[in-house]
């Protein structure tokens, strides 16, 4: 099935998403703020649309409205003092203004395969983009890791020991931006959560520190996809829904490897 360019362009960004969700999605759940990757699916819909609007680029106009939703969000996240609320308010923006430019017409690309994910839909612009985007977010984590674990644990003791919070957090809405326009192409807006979460959610029951967890959650990541790729060619469906059953698939079978190793450890006392 990889000779077709489509099919390779499919592979390669989903390689790209395998990597990149992984490492900004084990932050958000460490911060529990795994939800906001559905706020900022919209974000990136609106984006495409309006990009799509005025003759631009779908990519780059998802991370620039993202990464301006993000940003948003942490604005309102630090004057209201809710976060619950902060989500609800950019969710609303999102999701009128994608409603909108969408309902305008004259937009050429399929609104069903945003909303859940296509293999058609991915250029050979779209897999260097989203490499670089990558790239960008992979050297910026590395650089800002300690601090950005810092935070990630306890904002408030980070903010005492002198380390820009803020300054910290905007980036990272950024960071979160770039997962997410990366990813909408394949996976689609309604399942784009689950390959920020579930992955981690899998790693995390593997009770180890968090580097290691790290790795696993790439790893676990690119089984996901990997087989929600190759699983939708094969039976003519969209990649997002099947990726989404197979990443809740791989984590309930770690937990059920999880609890059957327990088992065993407490029969091996008796």
Do not use: W
Request: net charge positive.
């Amino acid at each position: 099935m990889f000779e077709f360019e489509f099919m390779r362009n499919a592979l390669a960004v989903s390689l790209i998403i395998a990597v990149l969700c992984p490492c900004i999605g084990v932050f958000l759940v460490l911060r529990r703020y795994s939800m906001i990757g559905d706020t900022l699916s919209h974000a990136s819909l609106a984006g495409i649309a309006l990009s799509l609007s005025v003759g631009g680029t779908p990519l780059a106009g998802a991370f620039v409205f993202t990464a301006l939703c993000g940003a948003l969000i942490e604005y309102l996240r630090s004057h209201i003092k809710n976060a619950d609320l902060a989500l609800s308010v950019v969710l609303a923006l999102c999701v009128g203004a994608a409603v909108t430019i969408i309902s305008r017409g004259g937009l050429n690309v399929s609104v069903e395969g945003l909303m859940f994910g296509s293999m058609l839909t991915v250029t050979r612009g779209d897999t260097l983009l989203a490499l670089a985007l990558c790239a960008a977010s992979v050297l910026t984590l590395i650089l800002l890791y300690d601090k950005m674990l810092f935070v990630a644990y306890d904002e408030e003791a980070a903010q005492i020991a002198g380390v820009r919070v803020k300054a910290f957090n905007y980036v990272f809405m950024v960071l979160t931006a770039a997962a997410i326009s990366v990813a909408i192409r394949v996976v689609g807006v309604l399942v784009l959560s689950s390959m920020l979460a579930l992955p981690v959610a899998a790693a995390l029951q593997l009770g180890r520190g968090f580097k290691v967890t790290l790795v696993f959650s790439v790893i676990f990541s690119v089984i996901d996809i990997l087989a929600g790729l190759i699983l939708s060619y094969n039976l003519n469906v969209a990649p997002g829904g099947l990726t989404a059953l197979v990443s809740v698939a791989v984590l309930l079978l770690v937990i059920l490897a999880k609890n059957a190793n327990k088992a065993m450890k407490r029969g091996k006392r008796i």
